[in-house]
């Protein structure tokens, strides 16, 4: 997932710019590179790095018999790999890893899992939704450069530059990926993952991405919950060409107000970013009012004239951008304009020059 500050660019996260003062964080120090931290007996946090702002993605190693259970891969470029082979080689050495579960297809999150398969022959965990996805990028890479692609994007009122960037971000995205194989053990929201002595309860969540799997310990009061719900950042909310008129920010919602019934306050919460923490329900809160607010914003800006998607990104990002960040923003502000059209506080109004725009009702 890559990152960006609030306000500051648009990326697989954006910072919230409000307070995080009510969690608590019990392991105030990440693993250093190469080590592991145990935050629960017999479940270890290590680090990979990324070449973004947000320079490193967690993932969790999980007891299971005489090896362990991976959560998460991190990307599939040559740093991930060594960062790996420092892991193998020192404080997970003499035990074998038994399976990769997956959390999402995000290549930070599933980049390196073809390399990680091929070298330890490991069965592959995942939701079917986030699977098939990633493999069909990986697959079927001409997808990402059709004219519709194009034509979302222009329809939109992104300019020509920023449009070529967005467009070569997809190709980025599968230079990170090291394959997936050909089949995959399927996991479904109400599963139960016997994981060593650990039973774990299976959430998933939508809006980040599609179908993402999330687990909880209901005996240790345990969450891992990938990066549906980071202390500092909040995940990026994106729509995308294939579903240009989708409704995620809508789904990512209902998801964090569903996560206050399922998994208690205190959860020790095991994030895909950031140090893990308690206080959940205070962080879903506080997501929550970020994106009213949000939505907010862009109702006032479109009050009495209509604005692109486009022309809407400086309202909510307020600092310069390039292209590429441009691409990140447009397409979050875009959920947050198909939200509120739902909701009957916009609505869409094609212009002559055929750009769609949005106004306020």
């Known amino acids: 997932m890559h990152a960006t500050p609030l306000r500051s660019g648009g990326a697989a996260c954006s910072h919230e710019g409000m307070s995080a003062s009510t969690l608590t964080h019990p392991f105030p120090a990440a693993p250093a590179a190469g080590e592991t931290i145990e935050v629960a007996p017999g479940l270890l946090w290590a680090r990979l790095p990324l070449p973004y702002r947000l320079d490193h993605v967690n993932i969790y190693l999980i007891e299971d018999g005489n090896g362990w259970a991976v959560l998460d891969t991190g990307i599939g470029n040559e740093a991930t790999k060594d960062a790996w082979e420092q892991l193998l080689s020192g404080p997970l050495a003499g035990r074998p890893l038994t399976r990769l579960i997956v959390t999402h297809m995000h290549p930070d999150h599933v980049g390196a899992a073809g390399w990680l398969i091929d070298k330890l022959d490991l069965p592959l965990d995942m939701t079917e939704t986030e699977y098939l996805q990633a493999l069909l990028l990986t697959t079927n890479p001409e997808s990402l450069g059709q004219d519709h692609y194009r034509r979302f994007y ?66 240790e009061n345990l969450f891992l919950g990938a990066d549906q719900v980071l202390p500092r950042i909040s995940p990026n909310v994106s729509v995308y060409p294939r579903d240009p008129m989708g409704d995620p920010l809508g789904i990512f919602l209902r998801s964090l107000r569903s996560l206050k019934t399922a998994i208690p306050h205190d959860a020790l919460v095991l994030p895909g970013h950031d140090l893990p923490f308690a206080g959940l329900h205070g962080r879903l809160d506080d997501m929550i009012a970020h994106h009213e607010e949000r939505c907010g914003v862009i109702v006032e800006a479109c009050r009495a004239t209509p604005r692109s998607a486009s022309e809407l990104v400086p309202f909510v990002f307020s600092r310069p951008l390039d292209a590429h960040q441009t691409g990140f923003a447009f397409s979050e502000v875009l959920a947050h304009t198909n939200y509120l059209l739902r909701r009957g506080r916009l609505g869409l109004v094609d212009g002559l020059d055929g750009i769609h725009r949005w106004l306020a009702k």
């Open 154 to 219: 222009v329809d939109n009122g992104l300019g020509p530059e920023a449009t070529e960037a967005v467009m070569t971000r997809g190709h980025d995205y599968l230079r990170l990926l090291t394959g997936l194989p050909q089949s995959f053990r399927r996991v479904i929201a109400g599963d139960r993952l016997i994981i060593g002595g650990r039973s774990f309860d299976v959430l998933t969540g939508g809006g980040h991405a599609s179908e993402q799997m999330m687990l909880y310990c209901a005996e």
